[in-house]
């Protein structure tokens, strides 16, 4: 992995987007950043501890199924379901692109990531420009945070 401090930074939600339609196998991840996750080849299920084998991340590739719908939706989408994860896991945790591997599946069926290539960071200015256009939908639309 490379130098967080050197990544870029996208700072529109419409940047990510095309990032997205040039690019394929792009995740977002919530971490600490590329530095944190340097030389880890794997996440932690927060739930029993179990060692999984890769990064957990979402992919933001565009399925077949979304059939023309805007990719500026799709990634607006996939931001804010886990918009929740700074307020839960501290204010240093922040949305990452990175260009990977699937190794396998967590417990929450997200993809585990390995040959991890950080892409750019995505400013906070994108994750407002993401809830606006989730609030622009018709339907009810919530992040994944869980209550307990």
Sequence with gaps: MSDSGRLPTLHTLDELAALVERRPHLYVRWSRG??????????????????????????????????????????????????????????AVRPWVLHGREAGRGPDNEPLVRSVQPIAWISSRVLKQAKAEVDRQAGLWGSLQRKR
Excluded at 60 to 83: E, I, K, N
Aim: glycine residues 8%; aromatic residues 6%.
């Design 34 to 91: 590329p530095e944190a996750d340097l030389g880890r080849s794997s996440s932690t299920d927060d739930l029993t501890g179990a060692s999984l084998p890769g990064l957990s991340a979402n992919a933001l590739d565009v399925p077949p199924w979304w059939q023309g719908r805007p990719t500026r939706v799709w990634v607006a989408r996939r931001l804010h379901d886990y918009s929740h994860l700074p307020r839960e896991k501290g204010s």
